[in-house]
């Protein structure tokens, strides 16, 4: 998806092709640091909107590429962060468009850590897996974000193309779901 | 009308976050949370994303000099490809009027292409006239007049037509 091959003669031509670095928004050294604060957090997002690991491989290099092909002026780091939030949400939704079908928040389940609290906090980690998947898109980008992030409910509106006013009472809704969903443990074996 | 809001949430926000909740909180906070729905929504959904980000295991990224080289590569391949398309829609438009100009004044200049034309437009006309086409008169003489000019128009727009989806393939 990022790369295709390349023949001999494209690779001469790209040698001669002058200007492209200066067309990305940021220096090397700052898009470096940039991405180790963010590649993280924003991969985690994306695997939580897509539900599939190696999808969210591919979104996070497509997401950084065309924050750097953005050219768009930043105010600050955290507007920085938004937009790249923003452009994971849109990468995301665009996949689910294409694929339709697509199994939410379904990333392998983490391997059995030697704790000796280990059951329960496997068990619950299953339930809140569970219950994500059953919410819409929307309402597990905003709780992740809001939840997992810390985002503001402004950046929270910037990130997902809302109204800021709405995003307290979309907010509420998506907490209400998720926290009926984790008061009713499904069934031994359900989905 | 349920509320949709505390004002003691934050703290309770604060306090599942940072992994402080219930065992550092206050006991007029705990007891406040058992009687709101909304801080007990705020405190069980907290708890339990941050639970699963924390057991989710760590994802094997590439390195940010993998990043960088690679959308730099790509930035030049897009800059190629856009240097090296060929052709663009108005371009196609342009050429097809310039195309259909240089063939009406080709076909207004050239006495055996119109002798051609004449040629054939009496070879339908007759053909036309054996065939009881209810929709075409008999005496009719609209095919003679407007017939040659019918049959360059024809040609320039499926030319031009042609050359148009040719570009917007290249696109």
New interface residues.
């Given amino acids: 998806m990022?790369?295709?091959d390349?023949t001999v003669s494209?690779v001469d031509?790209?040698a001669g092709?002058t200007?492209?670095?200066a067309?990305?928004a940021m220096t090397?050294d700052a898009?470096?640091?940039f991405?180790?604060r963010t590649?993280?957090p924003v991969?985690?997002y994306l695997?939580r909107l897509t539900g599939d690991?190696a999808l969210?491989?591919d979104l996070?290099?497509e997401t950084?590429?065309r924050f750097?092909?953005s050219g768009a002026a930043h105010e600050s780091e955290a507007h920085r962060r938004n937009t790249l939030f923003k452009i994971a949400t849109n990468l995301a939704r665009d996949a689910h468009r294409r694929r339709r079908v697509m199994p939410f928040f379904a990333?392998?389940l983490?391997?059995v850590p030697s704790h000796d609290d280990v059951g329960a906090?496997f068990e619950?980690?299953t339930?809140?897996?569970r219950?994500?998947r059953a919410l819409k898109p929307r309402d597990r980008a905003m709780?992740?974000l809001a939840?997992?992030e810390?985002s503001s409910h402004q950046e929270i509106a910037g990130v997902m193309g809302v109204k800021t006013g709405s995003v307290?009472?979309l907010l509420?809704r998506a907490?209400?779901r998720?926290?009926a969903l984790?008061?009713q443990p499904a069934a031994k074996g359900g989905a | 009308m349920a509320r949709i809001s505390c004002p003691h949430e934050d703290d309770v926000l604060m306090l599942a976050t940072t992994g402080q909740w219930p065992d550092r909180a206050d006991a007029e906070l705990r007891a406040h949370v058992a009687t709101c729905q909304v801080c007990a929504d705020v405190a069980l959904v907290a708890l339990a994303i941050e639970d699963e980000r924390a057991g989710t295991p760590e994802p094997s990224l590439p390195s940010s000099g993998t990043v960088w080289w690679r959308a730099q590569l790509r930035a030049k391949q897009d800059a190629v490809r856009e240097s090296g398309r060929p052709i663009t829609v108005a371009h196609a438009v342009l050429l097809a009027v310039a195309g259909g100009l240089a063939g009406a004044i080709f076909g207004a200049t050239t006495d055996w292409f119109q002798r051609g034309l004449r040629a054939g437009r009496e070879a339908v006309g007759s053909v036309l006239s054996n065939i009881p086409l209810p929709s075409v008169p008999a005496d009719s003489t609209w095919l003679a007049t407007y017939g040659s000019a019918l049959a360059v128009g024809g040609v320039i727009m499926v030319a031009a037509t042609a050359v148009v989806i040719w570009a917007l393939r290249e696109e």
Wanted: hydrophobic content about 45%; charged content about 30%.
């Fill in positions: 990022f790369t295709r390349m494209e031509r790209l092709v200007g492209a670095e067309a990305l090397e898009f470096r640091a991405y180790d590649a993280r991969w985690g695997a690991r969210a491989d996070l290099q950084f590429y750097l092909r990333p392998e983490p391997d906090r619950r980690q339930d809140v897996g219950a994500m709780l992740w939840y997992a810390g307290k009472l509420f907490r209400r998720l926290a984790l008061g």
